[in-house]
């Protein structure tokens, strides 16, 4: 009796490890498989983004919108204001960064500050 238990123990670890090499195999197969997919939509979102301005959609003069794209997608200059745009798809909400960028402009936290760079002493 002894002598038949030992092949069918010996068979079944061979079952559970097979089974668990391929359950992890899998396992490591969607994950890369929903990291593609993330990615492709996050690169999808990111090229769809830019076009946006240029859709009948667009509330603003297309040719007066100048893209960034982090942390906000955009600034629209118009004769009598300038607005922040953020361009979002259906259920995606404003990262913490943004939500903060539009609390500032809420509160008129917002200011123009002009830089100058010297001319050269001595130009060549």
Do not use: C
Not at 17 to 41: D, G, H, I, P
Not at 61 to 70: A, P, S, T, V, Y
């Amino acid at each position: 009796m002894e002598w038949v238990l030992f092949p069918v123990i010996i068979l079944l670890v061979l079952i559970i490890f097979y089974t668990a090499r391929s359950y992890f195999r899998l396992r490591a197969r969607l994950s890369e498989a929903l990291s593609s997919k993330q990615s492709l939509s996050t690169k999808y979102g990111r090229m769809t983004e830019q076009f946006i301005p240029l859709l009948d959609l667009y509330p603003y003069d297309e040719n007066r919108f100048r893209f960034l794209g982090n942390p906000i997608d955009g600034v629209q200059f118009n004769d009598d204001g300038i607005v922040f745009v953020e361009f979002k798809a259906a259920g995606s909400r404003l990262s913490p960064d943004q939500k903060r960028i539009k609390e500032l402009v809420e509160q008129k936290r917002v200011r123009f500050h002009e830089i100058r760079i010297p001319a050269p002493a001595n130009p060549p």
